[in-house]
């Protein structure tokens, strides 16, 4: 299980930064490396706390075994034990520097622990101009958002649209990085667009729920998030976004409390 976190709070005076990587605590998207490459086990593929445990043991049988290394790591990243799947997949890029789907997916373990510059590097070796992907060119522009640099993110998420057009995913990060640099009602048109997509998932209502919310559309905002969230979760969400816009003015006092729901994609 995975939980979302903000470090900072989108006011008068301070920033919103998501980096969240699933919904409601849990990631139910798969892996911008693609999915786990045994087929010796389908409960592997389907459990990640089960594939962990088959990719585990192959990976201390042979630390070398590319396959091995990539399952386990990104088991380890799907049951919320970060640290340890970067650094499976540190080491594994370090002997197949070669591999792009290793190199993938350790970009995105370097996101998912905040080391964000170093990620955005990986995942530039991660393709190539000649044969770019849409995928990794979405992470490369969170990474950049987190940095601060939204124009450049966006210019990726412009990218990566190009190959993948009207892709929710993509679209829901371009909302967030509007929310980032506090162009609410740009945020709110990015994310209205995905939903109406028809292939938006919880995220992406979530994030417009986020993105309403913050401009003071208190019941709009609950009843868009009411429709994946419990109700007492929804109303709590809300409850959190009207706490942090009436302490806007001050940073200190808006940064306490329980978090809503928000999720960069950082998935394929």
Not at 91 to 119: C, E, M, W
Not at 152 to 177: C, F, H, K, T
Not at 196 to 210: E, F, P, Y
Not at 229 to 249: C, E, H, T
């Amino acid at each position: 299980m995975r939980r979302p976190s903000i470090a900072r709070l989108l006011g008068s005076a301070a920033a919103l930064a998501l980096l969240a990587t699933g919904l409601g605590g849990c990631q139910t998207m798969g892996d911008i490396a693609g999915p786990l490459t045994s087929k010796s086990d389908t409960v592997a593929e389907t459990d990640p706390r089960r594939a962990a445990e088959v990719y585990g043991e192959r990976y201390r049988a042979n630390p070398k075994d590319p396959d091995a290394a990539l399952g386990y790591g990104t088991a380890l990243r799907a049951t919320g034990q970060r640290a340890q799947a970067a650094a499976v997949l540190e080491q594994a890029s370090l002997t197949h520097p070669g591999n792009r789907q290793i190199l993938a997916a350790y970009g995105r373990a370097l996101v998912d622990n905040g080391n964000f510059q170093k990620a955005f590097d990986v995942l530039g070796r991660a393709h190539s101009p000649d044969n770019p992907d849409w995928r990794i060119l979405s992470v490369q522009g969170t990474a950049l958002d987190q940095m601060g640099k939204h124009e450049e993110a966006r210019g990726y998420y412009a990218s990566a649209l190009r190959i993948a057009p009207d892709e929710p995913s993509v679209l829901s990060n371009l909302g967030l990085s509007y929310v980032l640099s506090r162009d609410l009602p740009r945020a709110e048109e990015t994310l209205r667009k995905a939903q109406a997509t028809g292939r938006a998932d919880a995220r992406v209502r979530q994030n417009l729920a986020l993105a309403v919310g913050l401009q003071g559309r208190f019941a709009e905002a609950e009843s868009i998030a009411r429709a994946d969230l419990p109700p007492d979760q929804a109303a709590a969400n809300v409850a959190y976004l009207r706490q942090m816009l009436a302490r806007k003015d001050n940073p200190r006092t808006a940064a306490r409390g329980k978090p809503p729901v928000v999720a960069q994609d950082l998935s394929d």
